[in-house]
Nanobody
Framework: QVQLVESGGGLVQAGGSLNLSCAAS????????VGWFRQAPGKEREVVAV????????YYGAPVKGRSTISRDNAKNTAYLQMNNLATEETAVYYC?????????????????WGQGTQVTVSL
């Protein structure tokens, strides 16, 4: 059973960058797509980015496309999210999870192994 742990959150100034990590504390994720999500206060959890098992295919949500990079290191059983030019409205808890296939990537119920999340606060 896969279980994930997110890290790297904290306080970021508007216009700055974040670098998050998603490590498997149980199970192997090297053959599974990994997704990053975020949930702002009072809002639905939304997909940020998804990467397939090899890293050869990536999907980005519209709000972050062009300023985000999702990557992975299967030898370390870890995935990463890097985002630039953050805005205050991107303050949220950022989560990672895995899935079994590469379809309907924005459907949350297709993911499992959710971590506790890491808080990212973007300030002026």
């Amino acid at each position: 059973q896969v279980q994930l742990v997110e890290s790297g959150g904290g306080l970021v100034q508007a216009g700055g960058s974040l670098n998050l990590s998603c490590a498997a504390s149980a199970g192997a994720i090297s053959r599974l797509p990994v997704g990053w999500f975020r949930q702002a206060p009072g809002k639905e959890r939304e997909v940020v980015a998804v990467i397939n098992w090899s890293g050869g295919s990536k999907y980005y949500g519209a709000p972050v496309k062009g300023r985000s990079t999702i990557s992975r290191d299967n030898a370390k059983n870890t995935a990463y999210l890097q985002m630039n030019n953050l805005a205050t409205e991107e303050t949220a808890v950022y989560y990672c999870a895995v899935r079994s296939d590469w379809r309907n990537l924005e459907i949350r119920s297709e993911y499992y192994g959710w971590g506790q999340g890491t808080q990212v606060t973007v300030s002026l």
